[in-house]
């Protein structure tokens, strides 16, 4: 008997079932009145929202909060046709907590807490997972559509692994009796066997994985417009020892001839190749007509480490180290046609705000009050 695979590593998700939908109203102001429709109906041509978060990220890695020396032109685009924040927090110093808080917006969550994907899922979002999970129960059964990546801290150090964790509905197809079954295990990247480095992970999961997931997810007609969840917990850049192997890039170009250590040139590589991959999503977004209506979030798990090395000051700003203590995080938020272009603000918020703030864009309800607050108004432009 054979079995055949659906499909492979590029085609990460399935389509769903689509579901009816009612008309959208005004961004914020009719939010309310959806609250007690079932979970399941959806507000025609709802925002799809995507979450990227890049580990050990600071204020000192883009050019948009003030680094000089080398350029992020494309994460600069997004802060000046949407708002880019001072004064965000992940909400703790340790990564796993932190992602917890973003996930359930409470900061100390109970273990049946109801995440930010099972929310959007059950307002009819599809939804996906790129990266590291790290909050224990598998994320397939947390609400997530689809996954691939790693389900530990530890795994995602390797930005040349020879596998990926991976979950994909409904994708192994039995010809015998015609029944189709869920794909849950080790997806094998060929291409990094035997120690060779032919897929790099960061631009794998910013390039390949993301793009296909839009591609195959893109709200349309076919589907009644029904919109997606996106998160990526990019594994990049790791601890800030700057060791010159702690950030492995296939090429340290542009930054060869310049006068700084090895580790500084490889950051400084591993940063533009992030910049560029955020330009081969707008791309990817601008092919199926959707930046009219999709929102991004782009921050940090954590901010960088103390450097070692002081003449690797310039990866680091004093916004890295607040005075009081709380953990800050660069944040941009992008939303054309809703968000007014080209804020700065100081406004305190953290990751706790999140779902609820992404319930509001959405038209979710919250199953029970958290420790965040709805940061919408501010988006808008309004009075928080």
């Known amino acids: 008997m054979k079995i055949f695979r659906l499909n492979f590593l590029p085609v990460i998700l399935a389509a769903l079932p689509a579901f009816n939908f009612a ?15 079932h979970a399941r109906v959806a507000i025609l041509r709802r925002p799809s929202i995507i979450f990227i978060q890049c580990h050990g990220l ?45 996930m359930t917006g409470k900061n100390l969550a109970a273990s049946q807490s109801e995440n930010v ?15 590291e999970w790290n909050l224990g129960a598998q994320p397939w059964t947390q609400g997530f559509d689809g996954f691939a990546g790693f389900l530990n801290d530890d795994e995602g150090r390797n930005y040349y692994p020879d596998h990926l964790w991976r979950y994909a509905p409904r994708s192994i197809f039995n010809p015998t009796n015609g029944t189709v079954s869920d794909y849950v295990g080790h997806e094998m990247i060929y291409d990094n066997m035997d120690g060779k480095k032919g897929k790099y992970l960061p631009d794998f999961l910013l390039v ?45 170009a542009p930054y060869s001839d310049e006068p700084w ?39 940090s798990s954590a901010a960088p480490e103390k450097f070692t090395d002081p003449k690797l000051d310039f990866f680091r700003t004093s916004a890295d180290v607040p005075s009081d203590g709380n953990p800050r995080a660069l944040m941009i938020v992008w939303w054309p046609g809703h968000i007014p272009a080209g804020q700065v603000s100081d406004f305190r918020w953290s990751a706790a705000d999140f779902l609820p703030t992404v319930a509001d864009i959405g038209y979710a309800k919250l199953p029970e009050k958290g420790d965040g607050k709805s940061v919408l108004p501010t988006l808008l432009g309004k009075n928080q």
Do not use: W
């Open 117 to 131: 994907a099972q929310v959007l899922k059950n307002a009819g979002y599809r939804t996906g997972l790129f990266g």
């Open 23 to 37: 008309a959208r109203a005004d961004d914020a102001s009719l939010a309310s009145i959806f609250t007690n429709v």
């Open 58 to 102: 600071g204020f000192g890695d883009l050019s948009c909060y003030g680094q000089t020396n080398f350029q992020t032109p494309n994460l600069d685009k997004l802060a000046a046709e949407g708002i880019r924040f001072n004064n965000y927090s992940p909400g703790d110093t340790n990564m796993i907590v932190a992602q917890s808080t973003l």
């Open 261 to 299: 250590p090895q580790a500084a040139k490889n950051r400084a590589a591993l940063i533009t190749r992030l910049d560029g991959d955020i330009g081969r999503l707008f791309e990817e977004l601008e092919k199926y007509k959707l930046t009219n209506n999709v929102a991004i979030f782009f921050s």
């Open 208 to 252: 390949t994985a993301m793009q296909n997931f839009v591609r195959i997810n893109q709200p349309d007609k076919f589907n009644h417009f029904r919109p997606f969840f996106l998160l990526m917990n990019v594994p990049a850049p790791r601890s800030a020892t700057l060791n010159q192997d702690d950030f492995p890039v296939p090429s340290d």
